[in-house]
């Protein structure tokens, strides 16, 4: 004979009323690839924030809650690298990724030297790009 099941169970899970989701920071001067990106993270359920310009970027940061950045190479005014320099200058940022059309042009060592996690090549595609991401919010909480 199999022991009685109890006539009441009770189950306490804690569920926060809000779960942060992640917020991606997409860097582009191409109006067009910025909005891709936007449509297509969102859909995924991340938030996204945008610039235009590495500069922008960079006056923004503070007040940013960045998750991670997806940061263009080759940008007018400060290219990709120069605005990784700059972040590698403070104590902590988010993980960057950097997008390059031309990954070949990107020195990866360099790159690597100021601190992204991985270079790549546009057209991006979406697996790569989530797996990237995935990484690089782990790497994030890791690294906090």
Request: proline share 8%; aromatic share 4%.
């Amino acid at each position: 004979m199999y022991p009685a099941w109890p006539q009441k169970v009770s189950l306490a899970i804690a569920v926060p009323k809000e779960t942060k989701r992640a917020v991606i920071v997409v860097v582009d001067d191409d109006e067009a690839a910025r909005e891709s990106f936007v449509a297509l993270l969102e859909t995924e359920g991340y938030r996204v924030e945008t610039f235009a310009s590495g500069p922008g970027f960079l006056e923004a940061l503070p007040s940013l809650d960045a998750d991670c950045v997806l940061l263009d190479v080759r940008m007018p005014e400060l290219d990709g690298l120069s605005v990784l320099e700059e972040l590698s200058k403070a104590d902590a940022h988010p993980p960057v990724i950097l997008m390059s059309a031309n990954p070949k042009t990107t020195s990866p060592r360099r790159a690597r030297e100021l601190g992204t996690l991985m270079v790549l090549e546009k057209p991006i595609e979406e697996a790569c790009l989530f797996s990237a991401i995935r990484m690089a919010l782990k790497a994030g909480r890791d690294g906090a």
